[in-house]
């Protein structure tokens, strides 16, 4: 629900999303995209199953490292076939935050060497909850015996990762979805670099259009 409302949010025009999802393995969704279509599109089937085969391996663990590193392939990736974007680059991390796995600090360490802030929207009541149910392809329900299908917000973590990934934590329950967006949009617009027009530049306008000038005159 919030992913769309963030969604409904962007512009679109030159703003660009990817998405990423993660838990003990990590798995690309959608390049960077200027289609809401696409993105929408996803979002749709995503209740429908998960994208991990985890009838394989039911571990529910949240490798945060793992997720970043994908995050940072994938501008990489855009970055070979269209070149560097004059966008500001910001992660947004969306989790309950329990049952970190694989090296946190090296993975924002890596992020704030690329200058790419980590934003995070903590999901889940601090009382906990039941996850959703998934099904393998007979029907039963996937379970991991040695861990229960229960999901509770470990706010201290949480608020660990921007602190130190440079960004800022927004909870849901907390704050309205609409504002946290908006508050997303306004920082990668803050952080995206100012265009400025050097003094050649402006003395090279006023030159064409005198020069402009002078030819409406002359016809």
Do not use: C
């Not at 209740?47 to 991990?52: A, L, R």
């Not at 504002?179 to 064409?208: C, H, V």
Request: aromatic residues 10%; without cysteine.
């Amino acid at each position: 629900k919030f992913l769309r409302l963030l969604g409904d949010a962007l512009s679109w025009k030159s703003d660009r999303l990817a998405l990423a999802l993660f838990a003990h393995v990590a798995t690309p969704q959608i390049p960077l995209t200027t289609d809401p279509n696409t993105f929408f599109f996803f979002l749709d089937h995503l209740d429908k199953e998960p994208p991990f085969r985890i009838e394989e391996d039911t571990t529910w663990d949240t490798n945060l490292e793992l997720g970043l590193h994908w995050g940072i392939r994938m501008i990489e990736g855009d970055e070979e076939i269209h070149g560097k974007s004059p966008n500001a680059k910001m992660f947004l991390v969306l989790s309950d935050g329990e049952l970190w796995s694989g090296e946190v600090q090296k993975a924002l360490e890596e992020s704030k060497a690329r200058n790419i802030p980590v934003f995070v929207v903590g999901v889940g009541t601090l009382a906990g909850g039941r996850m959703p149910a998934f099904y393998g392809p007979d029907g039963e329900e996937i379970k991991d015996p040695d861990v229960p299908l229960s999901s509770r917000l470990d706010r201290p973590s949480l608020q660990q990762i921007p602190y130190e990934g440079g960004g800022q934590y927004f909870e849901p329950d907390r704050d309205a979805d609409l504002r946290i967006a908006n508050a997303l949009i306004d920082a990668g617009k803050r952080m995206a670099p100012s265009i400025t027009i050097s003094n050649e530049s402006e003395q090279l306008y006023w030159y064409f259009l005198t020069g402009a000038a002078g030819l409406l005159l002359f016809a």
